[in-house]
């Protein structure tokens, strides 16, 4: 797929406030700081699209970008360890969660994974999360050119065994990127647009 437009259309908190458009959305969240302004500026080809910080816990919104006029690309806030108060977390929390039960234009969630780090507890519970409530996923593995192509494989296999270890009975569909690289881009986009295909001709 080639992107040939992609726009900011809205930021809120409010998943009734999101645009009524009733065409495909793909959603992107992960753990504050895995990289993920960085992904969707890279996935876009615009270098300031998503706004990117050095600090964790940036988007604090739900940011809804349209990619060719055709399919929405929405940035979600992080979880983890955003450096906001607990009182906001619980907020941004609920409406994480009330996004994804709620939104039925969503498509598919893309949960960002930092590939240099050992499996961890928050970012495997959410992807129960989704499991359990019946959401379509795939992992995003970002950073991958910090590592060694035999490192990333290494890495991969120790995920793909947390997760068999635990709820799931195969691993979910994964992509290994990096933003500074572009690995990955075209293998997302694909991905994406023979959804939106497939979509238009059902």
Not at 115 to 121: C, L, M, S, T
């Amino acid at each position: 797929m080639k992107i040939k437009s992609a726009e900011f259309v809205m930021s809120n908190s409010d998943v009734a406030k999101c645009p009524k458009n009733p065409i495909p959305e793909y959603a992107f969240i992960g753990r504050s700081n895995v990289g993920k302004s960085s992904l969707i500026n890279m996935l876009t080809q615009r270098k300031s699209l998503a706004k990117t910080s050095g600090r964790p816990g940036k988007t604090q919104l739900i940011n809804h970008f349209k990619i060719n006029n055709e399919w929405f690309l929405v940035d979600l806030p992080g979880y983890g360890y955003a450096r906001v108060s607990k009182s906001a977390k619980k907020v941004f929390q609920k409406f994480i969660t009330e996004y994804f039960r709620k939104r039925t234009q969503l498509v598919c969630g893309f949960v960002l994974v930092d590939i240099r780090h050992e499996p961890q507890k928050v970012d495997l519970e959410f992807m129960q999360w989704l499991g359990e409530n019946q959401i379509p996923f795939c992992i995003i593995f970002t950073k991958a050119d910090k590592l060694r192509p035999s490192q990333i494989d290494t890495h991969v296999e120790k995920y793909r065994a947390k997760l068999l270890e635990d709820v799931w009975e195969e691993m979910p569909q994964y992509f290994v990127t990096s933003s500074s690289k572009a690995i990955g881009r075209d293998e997302v986009l694909n991905f994406i647009g023979q959804i939106n295909e497939d979509l238009k001709n059902s």
